[in-house]
């Protein structure tokens, strides 16, 4: 089955108000700012940049698009002065049929990295149809949106995400972000 992520303006703000991400608004190609990693076990990927993709504002956006197995990804990681920082984005979630062994899954997730890089787990706003398997945990906070293939704005308060959800956490050691639009099938 297929999956598409669509983003059309991505800011991380902390107190100093600037947006740490570069090019987090896609007024510039995307090989500005952002990488790209797909896994083809099965079927395509395609990553899109465009002012013709319905975003509710002027301008360019970017999408990730992902047919079968198993994922594709447009992501940037940056440092990050402590976890007072709120992450706002516009996004269209968009997912096709599933089934047990083939379902798919469409998200934008955030990473907690530490100074080395490592994960100390995610938090993830993310479209699944009723085969996905994926499950919290004190380091996983899986977020359902209730708009998919709409047009939404999204906010992440950073701190109060890893106080509230994700306990297994400390937010001392997260010193980077990485937001990833991420397209995701299981199946062939
Ligand atoms: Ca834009």
Same mark, same amino acid.
């Given at each position: 089955m297929r999956t598409i992520?669509?983003?059309? !303006?991505?800011? !991380? #703000?902390?107190? %100093?108000? %600037?947006n740490l991400l570069v090019n987090g608004d896609f007024e510039q190609p995307f090989d500005v700012g952002w990488d790209t990693i797909s896994s083809n076990t099965a079927g395509s990927d395609t990553f899109t940049w465009s002012d013709t993709l319905g975003q509710p504002s002027p301008g360019h956006a970017a999408a990730v698009y992902k047919y079968l197995a198993h994922h594709a990804s447009m992501n940037q990681t940056v440092e990050v002065p402590g976890v007072n920082l709120t992450l706002t984005f516009d996004a269209r979630l968009?997912? +096709? +049929?599933? &089934? &047990?062994?083939?379902?798919?899954?469409?998200?934008? #997730? #955030?990473?907690? !990295?530490? %100074?080395?890089g490592t994960s100390l787990g995610n938090s993830q706003i993310y479209l699944h149809d009723q085969y996905c398997t994926w499950a919290g945990s004190d380091t996983q906070n899986l977020i359902d949106i209730t708009t998919p293939g709409v047009w939404t704005p999204f906010s992440l308060d950073i701190a109060d995400e890893?106080?509230?959800? !994700?306990?297994?956490?400390?937010?001392a050691n997260v010193k980077k972000l990485t937001v990833d639009l991420y397209s995701y099938d299981n199946g062939t």
């Open positions: 992520v669509i983003v059309v !303006l991505a800011a !991380l #703000v902390g107190l %100093a108000s %600037a968009q997912i +096709g +049929g599933g &089934s &047990s062994t083939c379902w798919p899954v469409a998200a934008f #997730v #955030v990473r907690y !990295l530490d %100074a080395a890893l106080s509230k959800h !994700l306990p297994g956490i400390d937010p």
